[in-house]
């Protein structure tokens, strides 16, 4: 078993996401400190940060491919936009041009 990837504390959602698209492309793996349990305040925060396993290290080259992709086309990269009026790059979760606030149509 191999340690595929530490999630930030708050990235537990993402965690489960990733877990799950995995398993349907049938690479094996498992979730460790995916609960906020009581265990909280008596263990090192770093502790509670969901690490993603990979079970069948054969399966890990894999895996590591899926999750790079996957970084990579997170949702607010994967819509980022051009302004029309200024150029500027802009992230997906903007309706507005932070630059030059012209609106996204
Ligand atoms: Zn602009």
Redesign the pocket.
């Known amino acids: 078993m191999k340690k595929l990837h530490v999630f930030n504390f708050w990235d537990r959602l993402q965690a489960g996401m990733l877990k799950d698209i995995l398993a349907k492309e049938g690479i094996e793996c498992m979730l460790r400190n995916d609960q906020l349990s009581s265990a909280v305040g008596e263990i090192p925060f770093v502790e509670c940060c969901p690490e993603l396993w990979i079970v069948d290290d054969e399966a890990y080259p894999r895996a590591r491919l899926f999750l790079d992709a996957w970084l990579k086309n997170e949702p607010s990269a994967q819509n980022a936009w051009i302004?029309a009026?200024?150029g500027?790059h802009c992230d997906g979760q903007f309706g507005a041009?932070w630059?030059?606030g012209?609106l996204h149509d």
């Open positions: 302004c009026s200024c500027e041009c630059a030059c012209a």
